[in-house]
């Protein structure tokens, strides 16, 4: 019945892409570049290692780490004693961050080594990091880093207790300035290149995941669960 | 002949580690921390990608790029347009810059959340990158980019002509400041948890590649180098 559906109040739509900043342009392969949100999503959601810069002492430092995604913010954890967890907190002027997640989908060889490339596609997130505090934002985090690894792995696991939440910080990161990169296909060789005697094209990769292995001390009648299987 | 050997005279090694420094000694998981030089160049050798982190207008950037080792220098390659490498281009203090290169190995799933983890091998390496510009350590290290990502790939190529390499900043970062860090096993449960009903152990993780696409342009009689069928 249109009529009805034309009358429903629908809640107003996120725009469908981040809007471009000076520093979300890049400055080359401008056609790679994406802000569109859900292709952002699908390439954060298909990961759950980052690789997480700040600057200490006028220094870049690059660490990997685990995020999770719930809606428009990232969150990442650590001990409190961890540097940027460290730097971000008490501080309300928050971290200046970057945050990047890449995936490596295939060797790209061409003829000739200077159009050799790789089929990926990466996020880069500019922000600033602030400490959570709200006890129940910091659960929700901390569920979705162990969710972002492994879908449905939280319900099945022991939560922190009070002694571990307190060893645990936690720092979010909003989406706001973000682009995604992607690059897919053959090769671009040159078209005077195409004649010569070089294997040219592209050797996919993907990460793998192995039948999981049971910790030495884990009860033998318990089996592994469907969402092991589902990897 | 025993005499004859304890009277050559042997090129001083090079110390078998890395000298740990303020930022290389990690602040947690400390056991996880080596500065071994093998360690190092193993872990190396077993990526292509790294995170390259530099500092722009005050705030941190990480980007997702190739690198190649030869001995103690590990080099970069970007269009002449690239931000990192315009930056480090005829700056004779170089650019401050973090490197890091991660392979995940296992996914590590303990009966706690708060014990999830990952079992990886990173090394991080902090310094300053110096555009290259001698035309015989640039050649070698374009070959080493290519050869990172497939070793003996580069003979299998057309080198760079003269337009091309005009176009290609290289920098150099030698391996000084540098750490690994490395966890293997299975999760760390504490002894307490050990009764829950959660599974307990290690999804293992690594790289797949599959059978190479040939590009729709390649000559069917060229076929498969030996080189891709070892990865």
């Given amino acids: 019945m249109p009529e009805t559906v034309s009358q429903q109040t629908t809640p107003p739509e996120p725009a469908a892409g981040y809007e471009p900043t000076g520093r979300t342009i890049p400055t080359r392969s401008r056609e790679r570049a994406s802000y569109d949100r859900e292709t952002v999503h699908s390439i954060l959601d298909a990961?759950?290692?980052?690789?997480?810069?700040?600057?200490?002492?006028?220094?870049?430092?690059v660490l990997p780490t685990l995020f999770g995604r719930v809606g428009e913010r990232l969150y990442v954890h650590g001990s409190t004693g961890s540097r940027p967890l460290?730097?971000?907190?008490?501080?309300?002027?928050?971290?200046?961050?970057?945050?990047t997640v890449t995936h490596v989908d295939g060797l790209v060889l061409a003829r000739s080594a200077f159009h050799h490339s790789l089929n990926y596609r990466s996020v880069v997130v500019h922000g600033t990091a602030y400490t959570v505090t709200d006890p129940e934002e910091r659960r929700i985090a901390l569920d979705a880093i162990v969710?972002?690894?492994?879908?449905?792995?939280?319900?099945?696991?022991?939560?922190?207790?009070?002694?571990?939440?307190?060893?645990?910080?936690?720092?979010?990161?909003d989406l706001r300035e973000v682009s995604a990169k992607i690059r897919t296909g053959g090769p671009n060789d040159d078209p005077q290149d195409i004649g010569l005697p070089h294997w040219s094209g592209v050797v996919p990769v993907a990460p793998a995941f192995a039948a999981p292995v049971p910790a030495d001390d884990l009860d033998p009648a318990i089996e592994v669960p469907a969402y092991l299987n589902a990897l």
Same sequence: chains 1, 2.
């Fill in 47 to 61: 990961a759950y290692l980052c690789h997480l810069g700040f600057v200490r002492d006028g220094a870049p430092v």
């Fill in 86 to 99: 460290r730097a971000a907190d008490g501080n309300d002027a928050g971290l200046a961050v970057c945050l």
């Fill in 147 to 173: 969710d972002q690894v492994v879908p449905g792995r939280s319900e099945d696991a022991r939560p922190a207790d009070g002694k571990e939440l307190a060893a645990t910080a936690v720092i979010r990161l």
